[in-house]
């Protein structure tokens, strides 16, 4: 490798998030962020544990601080825990000393059960954040598959594009949860709201499992490293804070 790809591909290990391995396994990480949630993340965890399969659990700290049990009902079923935060609030909005107080404060409250991996709320992070997680050893994942769970109430629409669009090495977005429930749809169209019921995201979950299990292999986001050369991108939002 030259020094130029050398260079490229330092600074993309620093500031890149993952969104996907490039592998000829036919592996798959189901990741689900938002929770816990009593009613709905037993749910999930039934349907992954009736397919065989693992997953990755982005947690809100606050929720998970009062549903310890879920957590280690997740560790025990062999799925990653990574942190999404203490309430969930977009980090380009906040100032520095709050995003790495964010992160651990989750921590804290998942110990001894998190990993070093880490989402940010909606997926948004500035170079700066991006930096602050890397200098805090934890891998920022992303995704390369969104299931589009918190704004489409048609679990049919949203099991044909997922089974149209995934592929091996894929990261794929689900909410197990929204933590914020009744307010617009982040990130979307305005004209859509929030989608709080999670029955045609857990309906879409179990198409996926029942169509592609036997064919694919759903693996935690650590086991999806160790499968394939990781891709990363990335991936920002221009800072809405000068902290």
Known sequence: MNPQSLLSAAVRKVLGSLTH???????????????????????VLAL??????RG??????????????????????G???????????????????????????????????????FRPPYGEQTVMSRLEAFMMGYEVVGWNLNSGDWFEPQSSVMGKYLLEMVSPGGIV?????????????????????????????????????????GSYRFVTVPELLQAGRPRRSFWFKPSLTTA
């Open 48 to 53: 992954l544990e009736k397919y065989e399969a």
């Open 79 to 117: 799925h990653a825990i990574g942190i999404h935060s203490w309430d969930h609030r977009a980090f380009p909005g906040l100032p520095s000393r709050e995003r790495r107080r964010q992160i651990r404060e989750c921590e804290r409250a998942l110990q001894p059960y998190v990993g070093h991996l």
């Open 173 to 213: 977005l689900f909410h197990d949860t929204l933590y914020d429930k009744g307010v617009p749809a982040h990130g979307v169209d305005p004209e859509h709201t929030a989608w709080p019921d999670r029955q045609a995201m857990l309906d879409a979950l179990e198409t996926v499992l029942d169509r592609l299990s």
């Open 21 to 43: 391995v490039v592998t000829t396994d036919a592996v798959l990480s189901l990741t689900f962020d938002d929770g816990p949630d009593a009613e709905n993340t037993p749910k």
């Open 56 to 77: 990755t659990f982005f947690v809100v700290g606050k929720s998970a601080a009062g549903h310890l049990d879920l957590v280690r009902r997740m560790v025990a079923g």
